[in-house]
């Protein structure tokens, strides 16, 4: 079964800092894809960012990169120069083959000014 | 291209009524799921669509709950009778897997449901 753990239940950071959340996954399919969505306070879940298990490249998009480990099952989200439009929640979620989508329990993100 | 619409965005029922929740996905998209999130919880799939046949309805708690996607494309969500422990965030998302896609699921706002 798929399982996707997000050991950090909430974090803080600075704004423009750098900040790193952690996900891990387990599985034992070898192509699936990963993704980080964002959840603001009381507004929609959005897509930050994904990464397809079959490229070793870590994607980017702006101010936002992961580090996807395959063989540790790791997938951390990076932000650079954390801004206040960034404190949210933050959901991992992996899918397979067409299959549903498993989502961690979350972390939360508060950004200070 | 307009997102996944749902409605209402809020509700408020007492415990043993019955409430319905309404989605349309992104036009095209023949993967529609429903989520239940509780609060400081990451969504919890209760059932998933593939144009109108049911994929995945596991944790679907069939005694109250009852989903529909006729037609394919709207689908609506039923809870009766509801229970305190139902307060939650109902969330619709959409999908069409394509290579372009990576089959990323777009989400609605969302229904805040309270059962007093």
């Known amino acids: 079964a798929q399982t996707v753990t997000q050991s950090q239940p909430e974090m803080s950071v600075q704004e423009a800092e750098t900040v790193t959340l952690s996900c891990t996954y387990d599985t034992s399919e070898n192509n699936y894809y990963l993704f980080w969505y964002k959840q603001p306070p009381s507004r929609q879940m959005i897509l930050v960012i994904r990464?397809?298990?079959?490229?070793?490249q870590n994607a980017t998009e702006n101010r936002f990169s992961v580090n996807f480990q395959k063989a540790a099952k790791s997938f951390s989200l990076k932000i650079s120069d954390s801004q206040l439009g960034d404190t949210a929640m933050y959901f991992c979620?992996?899918?397979?083959?067409?299959?549903?989508?498993?989502f961690g329990s979350g972390t939360k993100l508060n950004v200070k000014p | 291209e307009a997102g996944v619409a749902q409605s209402p965005r809020y509700k408020i029922i007492e415990k043993r009524q019955s409430v319905a929740f309404w989605c349309n996905p992104i036009s095209g998209h023949a993967t529609l799921y429903w989520y239940q999130q509780i609060l400081g919880q990451g969504p919890k799939l209760l059932i998933q669509?593939?144009?109108?046949?049911?994929?995945?309805d596991s944790q679907l708690p069939k005694d109250r709950f009852s989903a529909e996607r006729l037609k394919g494309v709207d689908s609506t969500l039923k809870i009766q009778p509801a229970k305190l422990e139902d307060s939650a965030v109902y969330l619709c998302?959409?999908?069409?897997?394509?290579?372009?896609?990576?089959?990323?699921?777009?989400f609605g706002p969302g229904t805040r449901l309270l059962v007093l």
């Open positions: 998302a959409s999908s069409s897997p394509t290579a372009l896609a990576l089959e990323t699921q777009y």
């Open positions: 990464q397809e298990a079959y490229k070793q």
């Open positions: 669509f593939q144009n109108n046949g049911v994929v995945d």
């Open positions: 979620a992996f899918i397979h083959n067409f299959n549903k989508f498993y």
